[in-house]
């Protein structure tokens, strides 16, 4: 009987096993064959989904599948999402070091594509790990970044989530005002969407902003509609973090048994789960609750916090991820060096196109002052020889760029490939000039003297004309 039921079991979930193969070889398949950029991102935020962010597992089984596609098909919207799917599911199993180093990847390739929706995505997930440690001046940039290329973006799913994000984390900084206004937004946002993956976690954030303002009955309102909506979606992980807001709501107001009630809920729900690092905070206020009453319990709640906390905060990691973080600044610092060098190039390139537009123009013009007989020869050789100095001083201009990386900017030879560029440019001068002296002004002349033996005949004939 009992190898029976073995089998049985083993059967359900070799059949679950492949259920779920199947399922993430169709979405990687289907994300990959789409060729449209914004319905590819579409269909890659479809895969954030209740499931999706309760089983990082999956997150990384999906993330590894899509990523071998996509440097298989180069398409490199896909493997920037990849990269960005692995340092999700790493992030929330609570390996922040390899989740960082993924999103780093991410944000190195999505750079390339110069599309702001998913930008904005990578840079959204990044900021989590900050958000997690407590590293609220570093996530809160990047929420902002994101923010700001999320509007730049056609997602609007993706849009949201700066914006919920931004509530939580000021409300971790009582920045109340702040946290209030993005969580609005977020829930105005969410509505017009119908976005129920984020609505428990925005209305547990307006709930943890009107504990602090004082307001206790609609903090109490907010969290108990939060925890309904987050039961109903099974998001064990915003449900556990809502729990603890509602703990630490009535530990704010001395409510020390409900306080106790809620923390212990906290924790059961994520207690065998990948999220136990979460259990930091319930365990932290239990510890306090038990301090002077179970010695036992006191304990019991000291390992919780204390194993919770070293998974997040432990030395090893903290020192890992500043050193990430300082390679990943230097890598932004520099690329943000080249792309000021860049515009300078695009700048530098548009004058020179100016500069040779305007000599173009200029030998136009005096091409056809010079068969006018409005103007003497003078003005016509004072342009010529004028025209002939921009055209040198332009060469000249082009050169020099060329000749101090040749020469490395040294003095001595920077002058002697000067002379030399001059030798054979003089005589060409010379020459250019004289023709222009001679010929242009000798030609300006004979048409003004055929004008003016063309007056003067006109003249004659109509004195003629009056004697008759």
């Not at 960005?84 to 790493?90: D, E, K």
């Not at 002052?369 to 025209?387: A, D, K, P, Q, T």
């Not at 004979?446 to 063309?454: Q, T, V």
């Amino acid at each position: 009987m009992k190898k029976l039921v073995s089998a049985v079991l083993f059967f359900i979930c070799f059949q679950n096993t492949i259920a779920e193969k199947i399922n993430v070889d169709q979405a990687v398949q289907k994300i990959v064959a789409e060729k449209n950029e914004d319905k590819k991102l579409e269909l890659i935020v479809d895969e954030y989904t209740t499931e999706f962010n309760n089983d990082p597992d999956l997150v990384i089984a999906i993330g590894l599948k899509l990523l071998k596609q996509s440097q298989e098909n180069d398409d490199i919207i896909s493997e920037a999402s990849a990269y960005c799917m692995l340092g999700h599911g790493y992030r929330l199993s609570g390996n922040n070091i390899k989740g960082l180093d993924f999103h780093h990847k991410a944000l190195t390739l999505t750079e390339k594509t110069h599309n702001f929706s998913l930008l904005a995505m990578v840079e959204n997930q990044m900021a989590h790990i900050y958000k997690d440690r407590d590293e609220n001046d570093k996530a809160i940039d990047l929420y902002l970044t994101a923010l700001k290329h999320s509007e730049q973006g056609a997602n609007e799913r993706i849009r949201n989530w700066p914006l919920l994000n931004l509530g939580a984390v000021y409300l971790s900084i009582n920045k109340l005002d702040s946290s209030l206004m993005f969580s609005q937004r977020a829930y105005e946002s969410s509505l017009r969407l119908n976005d129920k993956t984020a609505m428990g976690y925005i209305l547990a954030n307006l709930g943890g902003v009107q504990s602090k303002m004082g307001n206790a009955q609609l903090a109490i309102t907010y969290y108990q509609m939060a925890i309904q909506e987050l039961r109903d979606s099974s998001m064990i992980r915003h449900l556990s973090l809502t729990y603890t807001g509602l703990a630490e709501h009535y530990q704010r107001n001395n409510e020390l048994d409900s306080c106790e009630y809620y923390s212990k809920k906290a924790i059961a729900l994520i207690k065998n789960t990948v999220f136990f690092y979460l259990s930091g905070k319930p365990a932290g206020m239990l510890m306090n609750i038990y301090e002077f009453k179970n010695c036992d319990s006191t304990l019991k709640y000291a390992k919780i916090f204390k194993s919770a906390n070293d998974s997040l905060y432990n030395r090893k990691t903290s020192q890992q991820i500043q050193l990430m973080t300082f390679d990943e600044n230097l890598r932004q610092q520099e690329l943000a060096a080249q792309k000021i060098l860049e515009e300078e190039h695009r700048i530098q390139n548009l004058q020179y196109a100016s500069i040779v537009i305007g000599i173009f123009t200029f030998f136009i013009l005096f091409a056809l002052l010079s068969r006018s007989v409005m103007v003497n020869e003078n003005i016509i050789s004072f342009m010529g020889i004028l025209g002939l100095l921009m055209v040198f001083e332009f060469i000249n201009l082009l050169l020099h760029p060329f000749l101090e990386k040749v020469t490395n900017h040294s003095p001595v030879l920077m002058l002697l490939s000067l002379v030399a560029i001059a030798s054979l440019l003089i005589p060409l001068h010379h020459r250019l000039e004289k023709f222009i002296k001679v010929r242009m002004t000798e030609k300006n002349k004979e048409r003004r003297l055929a004008a003016a033996k063309k007056t003067i005949e006109e003249l004659e004939n109509e004195n003629k004309n009056t004697a008759h």
